[in-house]
């Protein structure tokens, strides 16, 4: 859907080369990570409104969990997977889960969503000094292993998912990221958590970014998060 698609405006495609490649990348590195914990990620390419309820009928789940979204095109998948949910002959709970797209819970904020301010500085001022941010869940020591029978899929390459765009005369799927760049980003938890570890920690970089953060050049005038 996000790979084939293209912009209502100027039809461009929805999702370019570099993009593609770190949304793979994360991909890789999620299922990197989980093996580590004893587990692993499925991974299929096709409409998840058409693969979670294949899945979730084939093993039997009784709960389907998502994160909840706020964006049109998120709400309609959601809405969609629900009601292919609904339809299998077995009953499916399907389950939305606020938190991973934000900052601060909905429930602790002290207006309603209707009264945010649409200037970040005016929301920053107005909850920066009466909402504290809920400290992380740990993250589990072990995860319970995939079954064996199931095919946790082999991962997808840049080609086949933008194979709708080859031959764009706008489109090289050849492009790699320019040797100008001040950053070489990567996808996934762990280049991100090596850059945090970096912005924060190692370099003390967040104690100018008010004075740095309006610069153009360089890689560390900005947490680039």
């Known amino acids: 859907r996000i790979f084939e698609a293209t912009t209502s405006l100027g039809g461009f495609p929805k999702t370019g080369v570099h993009r593609t490649r770190f949304v793979l990348e994360s991909v890789v590195d999620l299922r990197r990570n989980l093996e580590t914990l004893g587990s692993t990620l499925i991974v299929r390419v096709g409409k998840p409104e058409e693969i979670l309820p294949k899945i979730a009928q084939e093993f039997n789940c009784s709960h389907v969990f998502c994160s909840e979204e706020v964006c ?9 997977v629900s009601n292919e949910l609904s339809l299998l002959p077995s009953k499916v709970i399907f389950k939305r889960v606020w ?3 934000t900052l601060f819970h909905v429930e602790d904020l002290p207006m309603s969503i209707e009264e945010i301010p649409n200037i970040f500085s005016n929301f920053r001022r107005r909850v920066e000094s009466i909402c504290d941010v809920r400290n992380p869940i740990p993250p589990p020591e072990n995860l319970v292993s ?8 082999q991962l997808p390459t840049v080609e086949s998912l933008l194979k709708s765009h080859l031959g764009s ?3 090289d799927i050849t492009a790699q990221i320019d040797a100008r760049s001040v950053l070489q980003f990567s996808g996934g938890e762990t280049a991100g958590r090596a850059r945090v570890q970096y912005y924060i920690w190692d370099s003390d970089l967040i104690a100018t970014y008010k004075d740095t953060r309006n610069g153009m050049i360089g890689g560390d005038y900005s947490s680039k998060f």
């Open 99 to 101: 938190g991973s797209v």
């Open 146 to 153: 995939v079954p064996q029978n199931i095919d946790i899929g």
């Open 169 to 171: 005369s706008s489109f």
């Open 72 to 80: 049109s095109e998120e709400l309609s998948v959601e809405n969609a």
